[in-house]
């Protein structure tokens, strides 16, 4: 039996410099994690499911990216171009709808 589709629940809460995890991951131990999957099998699927430390969100994420590309060189990300103004406003739309549901 082949495995063809991986999806990688990351929430880097092992993350090095994460609070609560503590156990010290650093962007090249989750690099290698899904190297190692994508050894297993050929499509892999990393999605972000929060996290409490965005440094090292931002350092894991990073190394699973440049994991996935099978690049160790991407360049620097520009941080001013990652949220759009209308995906400011929607979220600001929806924390509105569901305030009486669950307080933000």
């Given at each position: 039996?082949?495995?063809?589709?991986?999806?990688i629940s990351?929430?880097f809460d092992?993350?090095?410099?994460?609070?609560?995890?503590?156990?010290?991951?650093?962007?090249?131990?989750?690099?290698?994690?899904?190297?190692?999957?994508?050894?297993?099998?050929?499509?892999?699927?990393?999605?972000?499911?929060?996290?409490?430390?965005?440094?090292?969100?931002?350092?894991?994420?990073?190394?699973?990216?440049?994991?996935?590309?099978?690049?160790?060189?991407?360049?620097?990300?520009?941080?001013?171009?990652?949220?759009?103004?209308?995906?400011?406003?929607?979220?600001?739309?929806?924390?509105?709808?569901?305030?009486?549901?669950?307080?933000?």
């Amino acid at each position: 039996m082949c495995i063809r589709d991986s999806l990688i629940s990351a929430g880097f809460d092992a993350a090095k410099g994460d609070p609560f995890g503590q156990c010290a991951v650093t962007e090249a131990g989750y690099g290698a994690m899904v190297r190692i999957m994508m050894g297993i099998c050929p499509r892999v699927l990393c999605l972000l499911e929060g996290g409490y430390n965005l440094e090292s969100i931002r350092r894991s994420a990073v190394g699973c990216v440049q994991a996935l590309h099978q690049d160790d060189s991407l360049p620097a990300l520009d941080t001013t171009q990652l949220v759009r103004p209308s995906a400011v406003v929607a979220v600001q739309q929806t924390q509105r709808a569901l305030a009486k549901f669950w307080p933000i």
